[in-house]
């Protein structure tokens, strides 16, 4: 008794759809399940003390945003583009809280900005992310 087998270009072209339509399941079922980014999830909501973020905001952020928020930090003048100014209001009125705290979280390339603006989610806990949003929306209105 001898064996049959299919054809190899049945069996490849089979191997091809079943592969295609297992890849197809999964990116539609990743579009269903993503998230616009740009608003924040059910339920989240921005607390925090803006006074307490302050000795963070000299450490790690006064270097390239300036000490009061300006964008004339002393890292500034080596990064393109510039460092945002914080206290422009026309600007900063144009950007969530949770667009902030995005900025701030996993850096400035997931909210459409310089992926010069470092994320700080591995350095900061997410309370003191939430405390430098409070901060840095307080330095737009001259708190």
Do not use: N
Not at 67 to 84: I, N, R, T, Y
Not at 119 to 139: F, G, M, Y
């Amino acid at each position: 008794m001898q064996l049959r087998f299919p054809p190899m270009r049945s069996l490849v072209s089979a191997l091809v759809a079943a592969s295609m339509a297992v890849l197809a399941a999964g990116l539609f079922a990743g579009l269903l399940s993503a998230q616009d980014d740009s608003q924040p999830p059910s339920g989240w909501e921005l607390s925090g003390d803006a006074a307490r973020a302050r000795p963070t905001y000299d450490k790690f952020c006064s270097t390239c945003h300036g000490a009061e928020g300006h964008g004339d930090g002393v890292m500034s003048k080596f990064l393109d583009p510039k460092p945002k100014d914080l206290t422009d209001t026309e600007y900063m009125d144009t950007r969530s809280d949770y667009q902030i705290y995005l900025a701030i979280k996993d850096g400035g390339a997931a909210v459409g900005l310089s992926d010069k603006m470092a994320p700080w989610k591995s350095l900061l806990a997410d309370q003191e992310i939430r405390d430098l949003t409070l901060l840095v929306r307080k330095l737009g209105v001259g708190e």
